[in-house]
């Protein structure tokens, strides 16, 4: 396959980022509709002089890239069926979100991070589903439904209860159920790790605030604090996969914003443009459950304006370019004791700035 433009510069970027201790390992992948272009590993799986080389088939913790490719899709999904209305009030899913405040909030508000609420609570994370619905849906709001945008994992979790809820049906046993129609392949796209995969897979370390797990290697144990205490499954965080993989669903995402008939719901072309049309809230870059295309976004500042992606905390990213024909993976584990936020946001606009099209 030929490489695409700038992938030397890109190449070194990655490089650079690994010597700068950014992230110790990372595989990444570029293509367009017809395929993949470029794929190549680097680094290794820890900082440790004896840690092994990553290889293309590395897994990685996706972190919130679990909200635009399941929780997005399944919203989709359930839309296309006639089972979800994206205008239905959250009040009629769950009997404590009630008050004049909440009560214009919508299905949809929550995909766009338009609800009201916090990013995340701010005592200790409950331990079962009750409790974390009950927290979220009596916490006070931090403003009014719609007149802001404010990324929010307490919607996404409350999206995947209610996705549950609506199918009678866990999160996971959907997502496992509609993948294989619209992305064949993806084995390692899943939630958790299969036990017996012999993969090689990135591991990170717990944030100082996690204290149930602080001191511990995760190796195929979710991040999130929030998702491992649901059990590793949750419509923000949870979901793990190789760069293939992302790979292939973006492929599929790409086509489908293309125009490609043949791409079947929840990821057709009527839907994936539902998806990703911007938010109408004042200021807002977010789409449903995906982020647009801003000059001061993580793709940089050379894709086009109808350019969409997701990011996620432990260092992936995902970016698709309908105008270009173009998809971009960045898969790290920056949260292995590796760089900041902001270091690792600087890496992703290089990254992806260097394979504009010349």
């Known amino acids: 396959m030929a490489e695409p433009a700038g992938t030397d510069a890109a190449r070194a970027v990655v ?5 700068r201790r950014t992230f110790p390992a990372a595989v990444a992948e570029v293509g367009g509709s017809g395929g993949v ?6 680094g290794t799986l820890t ?3 004896s840690a ?3 290889d293309e088939d590395t897994i990685f913790d996706l972190a919130s890239l679990t909200k635009p490719i399941v929780t997005t899709t399944l919203a989709l999904e359930q839309l296309s069926d006639g089972v979800l209305d994206l205008r239905e009030p959250v009040a009629t899913f769950f009997a404590e979100w009630r008050g004049v405040d909440r009560e214009s909030a919508t299905v949809q508000d929550l995909l766009e991070h338009s609800g009201g609420l ?3 609570l701010i005592d200790r994370p409950p331990e079962v589903r009750r409790e974390f619905e009950h927290d979220i849906c009596t916490m006070r709001l931090e403003y009014e439904p719609r007149t802001r945008s404010v990324y929010s994992d307490l919607g996404f979790m409350l999206l995947g209860f209610l996705l549950t809820d609506r199918r009678q049906e866990p999160l996971g046993s959907q997502f496992e159920r509609v993948l294989p129609r619209v992305v064949p392949g993806c084995e390692a796209l899943t939630f958790g790790v299969a036990d017996g995969r012999r993969a090689p897979i990135a591991p990170t370390l717990p944030l100082d605030e996690d204290v149930r797990r602080r001191g511990r290697t995760l190796t195929g144990e979710v991040h999130d604090p929030y998702a491992a205490a649901l059990g590793g499954v949750a419509g923000h965080a949870g979901l793990f996969g190789t760069a293939a993989d992302v790979g292939a669903f973006a492929r599929a995402t790409l086509r489908a914003a293309r125009g490609d008939a043949s791409v079947p719901p929840p990821l057709s072309p009527d839907l994936v443009a539902r998806a990703t049309a911007p938010s109408v809230v004042p200021g807002s870059s977010r789409a449903l459950g995906w982020d647009t295309m801003r ?6 500042g050379r894709m086009s304006p109808r350019a969409f992606g997701h990011v996620g905390f432990t260092g992936v990213s995902t970016w698709i370019d309908p105008a270009r024909d173009r998809y971009f993976v960045l898969l790290t584990n920056r949260a292995c004791g590796g760089g900041s936020l902001d270091d690792m946001r600087e890496v992703r606009r290089a990254f992806h700035d260097a394979l504009a099209d010349r």
């Open 47 to 49: 900082f440790d002089e």
């Open 118 to 120: 916090a990013a995340r």
């Open 37 to 42: 272009l470029w794929r190549e590993p680097f």
């Open 295 to 300: 000059p001061t976004s993580s793709c940089g």
């Open 52 to 54: 092994p080389p990553v």
């Open 15 to 19: 490089a650079r980022a690994i010597g």
